[in-house]
């Protein structure tokens, strides 16, 4: 078993910064794929970024030039800086990993953006 545990969300105002960190712990022989999802109320959870083992990135078109995402392979952690916030940021953000097959999940962190 895989655990992640997400970190970093909060109540900022639009147009500020915030930074989201998923910790992965337990039996990590191999993390491959990583994400970060969102889903708001009365919405589809939906990719936000994703990064491979290899360090290649994608972002959905509507974070793009906005939202970084990065991993510490030696910490075992996954980061999404995230800049020049919306409203329509505000969310439950996952995380998410692969490994063997199996894909793992955190419990989410509120990110609430006030416009």
């Known amino acids: 078993q895989v655990q992640l545990v997400e970190s970093g969300g909060d109540l900022v105002q639009a147009g500020g910064s915030l930074r989201l960190s998923c910790a992965a712990s337990g039996n990590i022989f191999r993390l491959n794929d990583m994400g970060w999802y969102r889903q708001a109320p009365a919405k589809q959870r939906e990719l936000v970024a994703a990064?491979?083992?290899?360090?290649?990135?994608n972002y959905a078109d509507s974070v793009n030039g906005r939202f970084t995402i990065s991993r510490d392979y030696a910490k075992n952690t996954m980061y999404l800086q995230m800049n020049s916030l919306k409203a329509e940021d505000t969310a439950v953000y996952y995380c998410s990993a692969r490994q063997w097959g199996i894909d793992y999940w955190g419990q989410g962190t509120q990110v609430t953006v006030s416009s």
């Open positions: 990064i491979t083992r290899g360090g290649n990135t």
